[in-house]
Nanobody, 127 residues
Framework: QLQLVESGGGLVQPGGSLKLSCAAP????????IAWFRQGPGRGREGVSRISHTGGSTYYADSVKGRFTISRDNAKNTVYLQMNDMRPEDTATYYC????????????????????WGQGTRVTVSS
């Protein structure tokens, strides 16, 4: 089974930065589309960003566009989410998710379109 492990969460002040990592050693990483979702207390799981299996295409939710950057290093089996200019509304548990690039043609950033999930890493933005 493809097991995803997130890291890098923590406490940051508004306007600060954090960098999250999603890793899955031992798998053919370049066969998987990787996405980041987040979920706060009392909120549903929302899509944040997505990167294609080759890294050639990226997508960002409007709420993070211009502030967050997704990237991947397939040689290291790792995907990153660089979060800059963070805001209190970014506070959430962030989850890494994956799907095989040939699994579906539905490219909507929705939880049901991803079948592998990490355990989540908590991010708190507060002064």
């Amino acid at each position: 089974q493809l097991q995803l492990v997130e890291s890098g969460g923590g406490l940051v002040q508004p306007g600060g930065s954090l960098k999250l990592s999603c890793a899955a050693p031992g798998f053919t990483w370049d066969l998987y589309v990787i996405a980041w979702f987040r979920q706060g207390p009392g909120r549903g799981r929302e899509g944040v960003s997505r990167i294609s299996h080759t890294g050639g295409s990226t997508y960002y939710a409007d709420s993070v566009k211009g502030r967050f950057t997704i990237s991947r290093d397939n040689a290291k089996n790792t995907v990153y989410l660089q979060m800059n200019d963070m805001r209190p509304e970014d506070t959430a548990t962030y989850y890494c998710a994956a799907r095989h690039y040939r699994r579906t043609v539905d490219f909507r950033l929705l939880p049901d379109n991803y079948n592998y999930w990490g355990q989540g890493t908590r991010v708190t933005v507060s002064s």
